[in-house]
C-alpha cells in the first residue's frame, strides 16, 4: 500500500467512519457467493407456470441463461469499493491549493455517459441508467478515471431503484475519494407495460432523470454543480428537465410508488404510465421467484423487494402460452380486398399496401427479458385504397409478439399468417431492440435487430420487395 493510501485510510478513520463501517456502507446486502442452484429450478417452475415446455429446443438452456443473467446482473453484492479504488489513488496537486483543487485543470473532474445496467428491485426487470459523474479532487489526489465508472457499476450490479443508485454511487464515491464534492446525474430508462408501447427505439421507454450530490455541489447555487450542468449540456445530456417532470413514476408495474429521494432527484417521465393489468400470479411462480431472490444473496423481505416477485410473474403472465385457434378466430381479414385479380399487372407497384411501425413487445425466450420494436407489413391489396384495417394487424402482431419468443420466428410468423389472407405476397420486417443484449452479455446499447421475411410475390419479384423496402420504409422512418 502506497503512503497516499495509508494517509487515505487514516483520514476515513478520522472522519469517524471505521472500516467495518465503510464496508457496510459500500457492500450492502448480500456479501458473499450465493449459491446458485435454486434459481434453474426456479426458473423451470416459471416456464411450466407460463405453459411452456422446457424441453423444448429453444428452451433447454433456458433455465442456466437466466440463473447466469441474474447472477451476473447482481454480481455488485460481491464487490467492494475500496478494493477498486484505494489501488487507484494517485498524487496530483492542483492549480489552487488553498482549495485542494486537482487534475490539471483546478477544477472538476468529469466522466459523462456511462452506460450502467440494473436489475429493478420494484419488478425485477432490468434496464439502462445513462450516467454521468463529476467530483472534485481534494487532498492533493485524485482517482484513476475507470474506477468512476467501476465504483458506479457496484452498485449498478444490484436490485436497484435509480435514485436510490445515484445516491448509493455519490456516497461512496465520496466516501472512498474523500473528495471536496462528488455529482451523479443519471436516467433511468423502464420498458413501458406491453399494452402502453406507443413506438421504438429509446423514445418507447419511461425515461427518469436522477441526481444527487455532495460537498461543494450542494446548494441550489453551487457554481461547482451549475457547471457540471453546463458541462453535460455540452454533451447532449440535459439535467435541466424540470419543466417537463410529471409525477408519474418509473416503474409501470409499481405505479403508486413513492420515489426515494435525497431533495435534488429530479424525476421526468416522457411517456405516459397508466396502471397495470391485475393479472393473477400463481402463488408457486411467486415462491419460485422469491427463491431466486434468496438464492442471489438478497432477501425476500426487505421492504423494497415486498411484492416484487409477484410484479415480476405478473409481467411474465403477459407471455403466457396461448392457444392459436382462440386468437385468430378474433382476426378476421377483409380477405375479397385483397385477393389476386385476374389480369391484374403483376408488377402494379400501386396494388402494395402497408402497415407501418406497429409497436410489439416480446420476452425473449433465451433470457426471459423482453425485445420490443416494431413491425412493418406489405400485402398486395386491392389497390384501390381499400385495405386491411390497421387494428387487425395489431392484433395480429400482439398475438405473435406477446409469448417467449425469438425475433426471427415472430417475423416469420406474421408474414404467414398476412400471406394466409393475402395469397399473392407478404412482406413483412422487424425492427428490434433486444433488452438481453443491451443490459447483459454484451452489453451493446443501441443494439436493434432487423428482420425480414418475403412470402408470395415478394420472394419472386425483386423490384416488388424493393419498392416496399424503400418507398414504404422512408415512410416509417419519416414518421419517426
Ligand atoms: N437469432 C436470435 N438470437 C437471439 C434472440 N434473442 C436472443 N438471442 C441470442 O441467443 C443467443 C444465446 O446464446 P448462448 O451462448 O446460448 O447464451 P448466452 O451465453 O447467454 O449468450 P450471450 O448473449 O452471448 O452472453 C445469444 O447470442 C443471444 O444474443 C433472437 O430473437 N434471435
Ligand atoms: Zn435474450
Redesign the pocket.
Known amino acids: 500500500m502506497g503512503a497516499l493510501e495509508e494517509a487515505h485510510l487514516a483520514a476515513v478513520a478520522a472522519c469517524g467512519c471505521d472500516e467495518e463501517e465503510e464496508e457496510d456502507l459500500l457492500v450492502g446486502l448480500g456479501g458473499g457467493e450465493a449459491p446458485v442452484d435454486a434459481m434453474e429450478p426456479a426458473v423451470r417452475a416459471l416456464l411450466a407456470g407460463l405453459g411452456e415446455d422446457d424441453r423444448r429446443e429453444g428452451l433447454r438452456r433456458t433455465p442456466k441463461?437466466v440463473a447466469k443473467a441474474f447472477r451476473d446482473g447482481t454480481r455488485g453484492y460481491r464487490q467492494k469499493v475500496k478494493d477498486i479504488v484505494l489501488g487507484a489513488l494517485f498524487p496530483e496537486v492542483g492549480v489552487d491549493k488553498r482549495t485542494g483543487s486537482a487534475g490539471g485543470t483546478g477544477g472538476q473532474v468529469v466522466e459523462p455517459d456511462i452506460d450502467l445496467y440494473s436489475y429493478w428491485e420494484s419488478c425485477l426487470l432490468s434496464s439502462s441508467l445513462p450516467c454521468s459523474v463529476g467530483y472534485v479532487p481534494s487532498g492533493g489526489r485524485v482517482v484513476g478515471l475507470s474506477k468512476l465508472s467501476r465504483v458506479a457499476d457496484v452498485f449498478a450490479k444490484r436490485f436497484q431503484n435509480p435514485q436510490r443508485l445515484a445516491n448509493e454511487v455519490c456516497g461512496a464515491l465520496h466516501a472512498s475519494i474523500q473528495p471536496a464534492g462528488v455529482a451523479v446525474a443519471m436516467e433511468g430508462w423502464h420498458i413501458p407495460l406491453p399494452e402502453n408501447l406507443k413506438c421504438t427505439k429509446s423514445r418507447a421507454l419511461i425515461r427518469t432523470s436522477h441526481s444527487s450530490r455532495s460537498g461543494v455541489f450542494e446548494g441550489e447555487n453551487s457554481s461547482f454543480w451549475n457547471d457540471f450542468v453546463a458541462l453535460l449540456k455540452l454533451r447532449g445530456i440535459d439535467m435541466d428537465m424540470d419543466s417537463r417532470s410529471a409525477s408519474l413514476t418509473w416503474c409501470p408495474l409499481r405505479p403508486h410508488e413513492v420515489p426515494l429521494c435525497n431533495g435534488h432527484g429530479k424525476r421526468i417521465t416522457t411517456n405516459g404510465a397508466t396502471s397495470p393489468k391485475s393479472l393473477s400470479s400463481p402463488s408457486n411462480m411467486v415462491s419460485a421467484v422469491s427463491s431466486m431472490l434468496q438464492s442471489l444473496g438478497e432477501d425476500p423481505l426487505r421492504k423494497e423487494l415486498l411484492g416484487s416477485p409477484q410484479r415480476y410473474v405478473q409481467w411474465l403472465m403477459r407471455f403466457r402460452a396461448c392457444n392459436l385457434d382462440v386468437k385468430l378466430n378474433g382476426f378476421t381479414l377483409n380477405s375479397a380486398s385483397v385477393y389476386e385479380r385476374p389480369g391484374e399487372d403483376a408488377t402494379d407497384h400501386r396494388a402494395i399496401s402497408s402497415e407501418l411501425r406497429l409497436p410489439f413487445c416480446a420476452q425473449?425466450?433465451?433470457?426471459l427479458?423482453p425485445?420490443y420494436g416494431v413491425v412493418h407489413i406489405g400485402y398486395f391489396g386491392s389497390g384501390d385504397g381499400e385495405g386491411i384495417d390497421r387494428s387487425h394487424f395489431q392484433a395480429l402482431v400482439h398475438f405473435y409478439g406477446c409469448k417467449l419468443q425469438v425475433q426471427e420466428r415472430m417475423t416469420r410468423q406474421i408474414a404467414e399468417a398476412v400471406y394466409s389472407v393475402s395469397h399473392r405476397g407478404a412482406i413483412v420486417v422487424v425492427e428490434a431492440n433486444?433488452?438481453?443484449?443491451i443490459s447483459r452479455g454484451i452489453e451493446k446499447i443501441r443494439s436493434s435487430t432487423a428482420t425480414i421475411a418475403v412470402l408470395g410475390q415478394f420472394s419472386t419479384d425483386s423490384s416488388a420487395k424493393a419498392s416496399f423496402l424503400q418507398s414504404g420504409l422512408d415512410t416509417a422512418n419519416q414518421e419517426v
Open positions: 441463461r425473449c425466450e433465451h433470457h427479458l425485445f433486444h433488452i438481453c443484449m
